[in-house]
């Protein structure tokens, strides 16, 4: 969050929860930030996923560190913080963080889980926006609820054709 972005300001606001997942995820992959990655990452709903990242996150929330009310930011005691972390980087370190903030903060939502969807397939296999997961899900709660697909298509029928019972 210390890192500058598009503004070239230091702290600049993480637009929201996937993208800092999503940042976080890209710092590990496409950079050597650290020899080994600090979160692990799993496929979720939306893509690469870190349970521990989430978890620090609400406690960076809790503990007045970071404001999440408008995307996530340090707040004056985080950036202190921040600032004395920030001092201990090497060069490359330093340069990987404002290139991933740079590159991936300016994106939008959509744009920024296309490329982490196109680039890391292995991490969009729960993920709520593939069609096939999707059709998948709702295959397995048609079966575990015995919905049929005569069902489906009466239901969608009444939807399409809505009987005015005022009218009878």
Same mark, same amino acid.
């Given at each position: 969050?210390?890192?500058?972005?598009?503004?070239?300001?230091?702290?600049?606001?993480?637009?929201?929860?996937?993208?800092?997942?999503?940042?976080?995820?890209?710092?590990?992959?496409?950079?050597?930030?650290?020899?080994?990655?600090?979160?692990?990452?799993?496929?979720?709903?939306?893509?690469?996923?870190?349970?521990?990242?989430?978890?620090?996150?609400?406690?960076?929330?809790?503990?007045?560190?970071?404001?999440?009310?408008?995307?996530?930011?340090?707040?004056?005691?985080?950036?202190?913080?921040?600032?004395?972390?920030?001092?201990?980087?090497?060069?490359?370190?330093?340069?990987?963080?404002?290139?991933? #903030?740079?590159?991936?903060?300016?994106?939008? *939502? $959509? &744009?920024?889980?296309?490329?982490?969807?196109? =680039?890391?397939?292995?991490?969009?296999?729960?993920?709520?926006?593939?069609?096939?997961?999707?059709?998948?899900?709702?295959? #397995?709660?048609?079966?575990?609820?015995?919905? *049929? $697909? &005569?069902?489906?298509?009466?239901?969608?029928? =009444?939807?399409?054709?809505?009987?005015?019972?005022?009218?009878?």
């Amino acid at each position: 969050m210390f890192a500058r972005g598009e503004t070239l300001k230091d702290n600049e606001s993480v637009p929201n929860k996937t993208h800092l997942q999503k940042e976080m995820f890209l710092l590990q992959k496409e950079t050597s930030f650290l020899e080994k990655p600090l979160f692990e990452f799993v496929p979720h709903y939306y893509g690469p996923f870190s349970r521990d990242l989430e978890e620090e996150t609400v406690t960076l929330v809790i503990s007045g560190k970071v404001n999440d009310s408008d995307g996530y930011f340090l707040t004056k005691e985080g950036y202190k913080e921040a600032h004395k972390l920030w001092k201990q980087l090497t060069p490359a370190q330093i340069r990987a963080l404002i290139r991933i #903030k740079e590159d991936y903060n300016r994106i939008s *939502t $959509e &744009e920024l889980l296309d490329y982490v969807y196109n =680039k890391y397939k292995k991490y969009t296999t729960k993920s709520a926006l593939m069609l096939d997961n999707i059709l998948e899900n709702f295959h #397995k709660y048609a079966v575990e609820n015995n919905i *049929t $697909e &005569e069902f489906i298509i009466e239901a969608f029928d =009444k939807v399409r054709h809505p009987v005015n019972e005022d009218s009878n």
